[in-house]
């Protein structure tokens, strides 16, 4: 009885300590603990006596999984351990505008096979070559835009 017990206990406190600690390890090792505890209860006490301590962990299990998601984040403990700042950047440059941008010439700033990178009134676009392929140098038109980059062709 006091070898479940223990197990369970040790569960407990890996799968809790899975929250300060990067990596699966402790709570792969605390749900082990766990499920050895449920072996040796059936094997101690037959199937009436597993099942009332697997009842018994599923709701160790449950109660450990609330207090580490629901009630930990709203603590002032928790507070502290959770990021609570967002960051407003963005991660690709803003296109430009079709109106400001189509139908005037590009340079090719490198080789676009069919893609590279295209200057137009001094700034750098990423660009998509209709044509298939354009050379470091080579005077294109801006002819669209799609998701992410303009959409030239050679004149």
């Known amino acids: 009885m006091n070898t479940i017990l223990l197990l369970f206990l040790l569960g407990v406190l890996l ?7 990067p990596g699966a390890v402790l709570g792969f090792i605390g749900g082990a603990a766990m499920l050895a505890g449920c072996i040796i209860s059936f094997q101690q006490f037959g199937p009436a006596g597993g099942a009332l301590a697997t009842g018994i962990a599923l709701a160790l299990l ?21 990021v609570q700042s967002a960051s407003d950047a963005t991660s690709q440059p803003p296109l430009a505008e079709p109106s400001l941008v189509v139908g005037k010439t590009a340079e090719a700033v490198t080789t676009l096979a069919p ?23 080579a005077s294109l038109r801006v002819v669209g835009l799609d998701n992410f980059r303009l959409i030239v062709t050679k004149p």
Not at 15 to 20: D, H, I, P, S, T
Not at 118 to 135: L, S
């Open 15 to 21: 799968l809790a300590g899975e929250v300060f600690v």
């Open 62 to 82: 449950g109660l450990t999984l609330y207090i580490e998601l629901v009630w930990l984040p709203k603590s002032r403990v928790g507070k502290k351990l959770v």
């Open 115 to 137: 893609s590279g990178y295209v200057v137009v009134d001094g700034k750098r676009y990423e660009a998509f070559c209709q044509n298939g392929h354009a050379t470091k140098g």
